[in-house]
Nanobody, 126 residues
Framework: QVQLVESGGGLVQAGGSLRLSCAAS????????MGWFRQAPGKEREVVAA????????YCADSVKGRFTISRDNAKNTMYLQMNSLKPEDTAVYYC???????????????????WGQGTQVTVSS
């Protein structure tokens, strides 16, 4: 089992940057594929980015491609989401999630994830 804690959210102006972190408990972080999801008010939760266990393979949703970068540091049990050129439509609660998976691949489907953090609010003002 793994416990996840997000941090780094906040209020930023459009065009600004934030870096989210997801700290995982336990010694088996490198066994989990990880993902970032977000949920805006009145909308369903959606995938933002995902990364394989080794960090060698990543995925970014079209809406954030070229602006957001997902990465991980298995030695520090931490995953990151670097968010640049933020837009008001990026405003949401951002969640990190973990899944054991069956291969060193990323998983972009919400239903594949077993463990979730509590979320961190990101607000982008225009």
């Amino acid at each position: 089992q793994v416990q996840l804690v997000e941090s780094g959210g906040g209020l930023v102006q459009a065009g600004g940057s934030l870096r989210l972190s997801c700290a995982a408990s336990g010694r088996t972080f490198s066994r989990y594929a990880m993902g970032w999801f977000r949920q805006a008010p009145g909308k369903e939760r959606e995938v933002v980015a995902a990364i394989s266990r080794s960090g060698g393979t990543t995925y970014c949703a079209d809406s954030v491609k070229g602006r957001f970068t997902i990465s991980r540091d298995n030695a520090k049990n931490t995953m990151y989401l670097q968010m640049n050129s933020l837009k008001p439509e990026d405003t949401a609660v951002y969640y990190c999630a973990a899944t054991l998976g069956y291969s060193d691949n990323y998983y972009s489907q919400e239903y594949t994830y077993d463990y979730w953090g509590q979320g961190t609010q990101v607000t982008v003002s225009s």
